[in-house]
């Protein structure tokens, strides 16, 4: 099949890409130049330069294509940047869909997240807004929702390496964070760490399952996981003993209040509200359809983090 992709480039788009190599697909990729021709199979791999709001190099990608992906997403946004959840999230998805039917491009898969329903924030609403438009429309839609993703980062921000480098690395204790003033279950917010090459996996077999069309499948790995039991994984794999402190969510959100403007602090006050309000969901049933056993978030699979590259310093980039 030929594939048009759009989020190609960042964390989980690579794997997407090489998944679809793996398969004999043809990928193409809408790049912002020839700089983000990085993956290493390049000379397999369609390119086209262009942006969301360059119509015509939309369309030239998807020309005679069986598939698109819509794989864009990103953690933070930065309005004064033009970096928007609406933009890349909502209008983005618009924008695509249109033209897809427009070139005859029937089978869509769209990348979104768990939890959308709770539509608390800008990042949730954009999602929801896009799900409802895609479900909305003449396209043989697919829809991921998926937990944290983790992997081997390639050079990319990735969920795990980020905690290792924000919180265990430096030399103050990890927090525990905790809503209200009661610490007792402190840290206890879970999540469902999935690993990408299981993402990969499921969504590059699903374009070529007619049973997936019309389906919003959830993508959770094998455990659902707390905070702390999470933190201490990641510092096992390290060698590390780190101590934890409960430490009330008010904290760190008066912090991202003051300075989540800027990329250099870590983490945003939306962010904060989405992580402790917790991000669990199983994916037997895709996993189960495609025949993928997922892999667990065990030391076996975070000996990536042991690898000194860097993951990758621009916190403006794609989420996936």
Wanted: proline share 6%.
């Amino acid at each position: 099949m030929k594939i048009a992709i759009l989020g190609g480039t960042g964390f989980v788009g690579q794997y997407l890409v090489s998944e679809l190599l793996k398969q004999a697909d043809s990928p193409s990729l809408l790049i912002r130049n020839t700089s983000d021709n990085r993956h290493e199979n390049s000379e397999k791999i369609t390119w086209y330069a262009g942006s969301l709001d360059d119509t015509n190099s939309l369309k030239a990608m998807l020309e005679g294509k069986d598939a698109v992906i819509y794989n864009i997403g990103i953690l933070r946004a930065y309005p004064a940047q033009g970096i928007t959840f609406e933009n890349l999230q909502y209008k983005g998805v618009v924008t695509t869909a249109a033209l897809a039917q427009e070139m005859g491009v029937k089978r869509f898969i769209l990348m979104s997240a768990n939890g959308v329903d709770l539509k608390l924030t800008p990042y949730q609403l954009s999602k929801a807004a896009a799900e409802d438009h895609i479900k909305q429309s003449d396209l043989d839609w697919t829809i991921f929702r998926p937990s944290v993703i983790f992997g081997n980062p390639l050079g990319r921000n990735e969920f795990a390496s980020m905690l290792k480098r924000d919180i265990l690395d430096p030399p103050l204790p990890a927090p525990l964070f905790f809503e209200g003033i009661n610490p007792q279950h402190a840290g206890e917010f879970q999540l469902s760490p999935v690993h990408v090459e299981d993402v990969a996996k499921a969504f590059v077999q699903a374009l070529h399952l007619p049973e997936t069309i019309g389906k919003t499948y959830t993508l959770g790995g094998p455990e659902n996981l707390s905070w702390q039991e999470i933190l201490k994984r990641i510092a096992q794999v390290n060698g590390k003993t780190k101590v934890m402190l409960p430490v009330p969510v008010i904290a760190p959100s008066m912090a991202a209040m003051l300075f989540d403007r800027y990329s250099w602090f870590p983490i945003s006050r939306d962010q904060i509200r989405m992580l402790t309000k917790g991000n669990t969901c199983r994916g037997d049933e895709i996993f189960n359809l495609c025949g993928i056993q997922p892999k667990s978030f065990s030391p076996d699979h975070l000996q990536y983090l042991l690898n000194k590259r860097s993951t990758g310093e621009d916190k403006t980039a794609s989420a996936y």
